[in-house]
């Protein structure tokens, strides 16, 4: 029975290390078309007495030059999206609780009826574009649910 628990951690530890995150590019209130980040690491070499840059992929798995599309989805691990986040490329989970809150407690659009509450605040509920911009628009990449 041991050996069957052994088996059992690893394959879960396993799992858990390969479980993708999806991100987007997808600003709400801004006209962006894609989203790009220099992803490497410049290291001198000594090249026949002379110092030459030298660029490797900083993030394992991901190219040095990461560009994602309006609307695309990428796939990355926990550890690329720790990375990530450490450079102020994807939002932060309070970035995330944020946006979801917002997005959540908006309005309708385009009610059936209207209340006289609603006709009476014209419009003093909406968001400005500055209010939107630093709520939900902060030219990162963003977790998909």
């Known amino acids: 029975m041991a050996a069957k628990k052994k088996s059992e951690e690893k394959t879960s530890k396993k799992s858990k290390s390969t479980k993708k995150i999806k991100l987007t590019f997808a600003p709400v209130m801004g006209a962006g078309k894609e989203f790009t980040a220099l992803l490497r690491k410049k290291t001198m070499k000594n090249v026949y007495g002379r110092e030459e840059p030298v ?29 990530l986040r450490n450079r102020g490329h994807v939002e932060t989970e309070e970035e995330y609780k944020a946006r979801q809150h917002f997005i959540k ?16 605040a014209e419009g003093s509920n909406f968001s400005t574009l500055l209010d939107s911009q ?11 649910d």
């Open 134 to 144: 630093n709520i939900v628009y902060n030219d990162k990449l963003l977790i998909v």
């Open 105 to 120: 407690s908006m309005n309708p659009q385009h009610p059936e009826t209207l209340s006289w509450d609603m006709i009476i």
């Open 55 to 83: 660029y490797s992929p900083a993030i394992d798995g991901l190219p040095m030059e990461l560009t994602v599309r309006k609307g695309e989805v990428i796939e990355v691990t926990q550890e690329q999206l720790d990375e």
